[in-house]
């Protein structure tokens, strides 16, 4: 997918192979952290081993945005997808010398149904939230996807209920050690994957960074979640799985209150680097002991069964923490420049310019490039300040909401989670 990524000619071609990577890589997610579970029966030692498993997020956050932004710097796009396929064929051959087999006692057929319900369902609301802030939140277009979506999402329920081979067993969702935590990941991926796309606007779109110095400046957050995670294991076998993640989940809304709080005169030496650092460590001290939870609470046969709902609440988490936020931060911004933008005259920016500069901060790049006459000066630093301005008040609305988020999720976790497993 990658290689055929590399040989796009459009940005259909680009979509699609993106769209065949994350199929690719949602079938190899699941099947490692089942493997880890049958290759360490003990507790200590899976504890240890799925907190590494954790930590490969944090190396990876900060392997991506550093190696995409230099190869964006000195290469074309083309490299950021040529990269991929030698790594990849080398983790084939890796993987077919090194890991052992490993698979279920059971089978079943396909479950295309379910696979289809809850694809569509989920899509639907992901679009019906990020077109929300033009069509409005409670408009009736974005009441009826919000409809659709729920219909679907309770009808792919009742099928998961009913069918053989579910392709995912929501009645696993009945044992609060296993529900519980994978509502913790939920909500810290959700605000992680938020905040990634707001700090991304801010570096770019405010502090006007390449995408090699975002790269760099994110390091910290990468550094904290590949910290945070191993060290989490240690911290849960003297106070508690439950203690543990109320604690993460709070450092995570503790650095999102402090991202809120980001101005656009705030300097990165501070503020907004200690912002990162307490959400990387909240984040992977959430991560840790939330998965040995979800694994410990399933059965060994049912290994593949908990990892898969594991790594589904992160990516549904994810997306709808970009979806969410980046809409609440879009539907600010538009709504403080967007008059002011419209009032520009065709001959100095064009009716398509206008409408990405309403849409996105990174457009500020463009605005701040563009050649303009120097009688037009002082107007166009005033707009481009405006729109840094409103960019940040978006990320400050969008930052508090997911701190009542992570409050809420903390709470509930606090009451709800058994501290023993004969407690469920």
Known sequence: MSGLGALSTGLGQVIAARAGMGVFAAAVFPATLALLIHLFPEA???????ALWTAMAGVAVAIGPVTGGYLLRYFSWHSVFWINVPVALAAVVAVLVVVPESRSARGGRL???GIALSLVAVTTLVWTIIEAPKHGWLSGISLAGYAISLALLVAYAAWELRVDSPVLNVRLFRIRRFSIPAVAITVSYFCAFGFLFLITQYFQGVKEYSALEFGIHSLPFAAAVG???PAATLVAQRLGVTATIVTGLLTL??????AGRVTVETPYLGTVLVSMVLMGI????VQGPATAAIMNAVPEAEAGAGSAVNDTTREVGGTLGVAVLGSIMTSVYTDRVGARIDAIPNAIMTPEQKSIARDTPISVLEVVRAPINSLFAG???DLVHAMKTAAMAGAQT???VAVGALLACALAVAVLLPRRAGRD
């Open 398 to 400: 969008a930052s508090f």
């Open 379 to 381: 107007a166009k630093a």
């Open 44 to 50: 200590r030692p899976r504890a240890a081993a799925i």
């Open 253 to 258: 809304a503790a650095g999102m209150y402090l």
């Open 227 to 229: 910290i945070g995670a």
């Open 111 to 113: 479950d295309v149904m």
């Open 282 to 285: 909240g984040f992977g001290v």
